[in-house]
């Protein structure tokens, strides 16, 4: 059985005990490289910062846990280097994800594609996970955190020294980097495995928020804070327009956020570390082809103007997007449609299409899903293991790997951590 013990005087970290693999956090991606592990035959050891495995995998799509996407294709990820991912979701899919789960009695269900256990709760994975690896005799340690990682040589050879906070030490002949990166420090992700991996021989791309609002210091935004509603949204930087997403959208006293803007905050936090100029154009009437368009603004232009703005513009959008659009115009909803000019008019409707939101930075780690950034995909081979320190590998948010909200970032978390932890114990094969 596995041992679960507090890292206080705790006689597992004792200086002469040496795992044949251990794996440095006990998140997504560190508790299925544990699981592959030690499924594999090796003696393997989850040291954990947080009171329990899983503890963030609890938090993961609105407490529900939405565990990978049926829908995958190559804009689902980004990676600093633009590096294919194919390869490592050949050795554990999303079906290899599926067939994973519901073998150890986890029964799924999709909602459009996107993946959740049955149950509709997150903790229902964390705890499969404790349950799977105290079944295959994984030793799990919680509420440490480890300080230094260090190869030196043993008794078989070159082995990891590893040393906690509380200046207990173990050793390894492999260990796994899987500790999370920046993003949700109130989970216990604190980035501080970035300098451990600079220690071993790493370069970090910087890490940023990313799945995160995006803040915008327009005061005439407030106008509409608190609207909810369907839109197109398209990142623009500089003068190119990139990705574009639709869903709902939220306007909040600070910027904007909702799924869509999730989508694009990852580029936008790049591209705002960059120094360039970054605006999202909003789309309120996404439903709409141009032919559409054009007759509706037709047809609002021959009627009788002799009403106010909020009627001559009524059914076109929320009344409060409507006041941020009349406020940049000086205009209130109670004046007279016959009192403004038909180019103003004609350009009030045009921002119900093209509305753009200036962007100046993004929420904090605080608030992120995932980070941006991270150690570079280049700096380990196809079984994730470092191609800097023989024996190190790497898995999960750690990597400069970041994937689109629906599932994605956990199938990543999970690829990559089924990856290491086999390789790590000497197989290759993929998922099963």
Not at 226 to 255: H, N, P, W
Not at 271 to 288: N, R, S
Not at 315 to 339: I, Y
Request: with cysteine; net charge neutral; aromatic share 6%.
């Amino acid at each position: 059985m596995a041992k679960k013990k507090s890292a206080v005087g705790n006689e597992l970290m004792t200086s002469d005990r040496v795992y044949d693999v251990a794996v440095i956090g006990g998140g997504a991606s560190g508790c299925m490289a544990a699981c592959a592990a030690s499924e594999n035959g090796a003696r393997t050891l989850i040291l954990e910062a947080n009171d329990r495995v899983g503890r963030k995998i609890c938090a993961t799509g609105n407490g529900r846990c939405n565990l990978t996407n049926l829908h995958v294709d190559e804009n689902c990820y980004h990676t600093g280097g633009g590096e294919d991912l194919s390869a490592f979701f050949a050795r554990f899919s999303v079906q290899d994800n599926l067939r994973f789960w519901e073998s150890k009695g986890v029964y799924l269900h999709d909602r459009n594609g996107y993946v959740y256990p049955r149950t509709d709760q997150a903790s229902t994975i964390a705890e499969a996970f404790d349950k799977l690896l105290r079944a295959a005799g994984t030793e799990i340690i919680t509420g440490i955190r480890v300080k230094d990682i260090e190869q030196t040589e043993g008794r078989e050879g070159k082995v990891f020294r590893i040393v906690t906070n509380e200046g207990s030490h173990c050793f390894a002949k492999k260990v796994i980097l899987a500790g999370g990166g920046a993003a949700g420090p109130q989970y216990g992700s604190d980035g501080s495995l970035y300098e451990i991996a600079r220690s071993l021989g790493h370069t970090v791309n910087k890490p940023l928020p990313a799945l995160v609002p995006l803040v915008s210091d327009d005061k005439d935004l407030k106008a509409a804070a608190g609207v909810r509603c369907d839109a197109k949204i398209t990142l623009v930087c500089g003068e190119k327009s990139f990705r574009a997403e639709r869903g709902e959208l939220q306007i909040t006293q600070t910027g904007i956020s909702g799924i869509p803007v999730f989508q694009i905050s990852s580029q936008a936090s790049r591209a705002l570390d960059e120094g360039k100029k970054v605006c999202a154009q909003i789309d309120f009437l996404p439903d709409f082809t141009d032919q559409m368009w054009e007759a509706e603004k037709e047809r609002r232009l021959s009627e009788d103007r002799n009403c106010m703005l909020g009627v001559f513009f009524l059914g076109l959008v929320n009344r409060k997007v409507l006041a941020l659009l009349l406020r940049k115009r000086e205009l209130q909803a109670e004046k007279k449609a016959s009192k403004v000019d038909e180019d103003t008019l004609i350009s009030i409707m045009q921002d119900m299409r093209s509305f753009k939101v200036r962007v100046t930075g993004t929420g904090g780690f605080e608030q992120a899903q995932v980070t941006t950034g991270g150690i570079p995909l280049s700096q380990t081979d196809e079984n994730l293991m470092s191609v800097r320190c023989s024996g190190l590998y790497l898995a999960g948010e750690l990597l400069d790997v970041d994937g689109i909200c629906g599932g994605y970032n956990l199938q990543w978390a999970f690829t990559s951590g089924w990856i290491a932890g086999k390789s790590a114990a000497g197989e290759r094969s993929g998922g099963k």
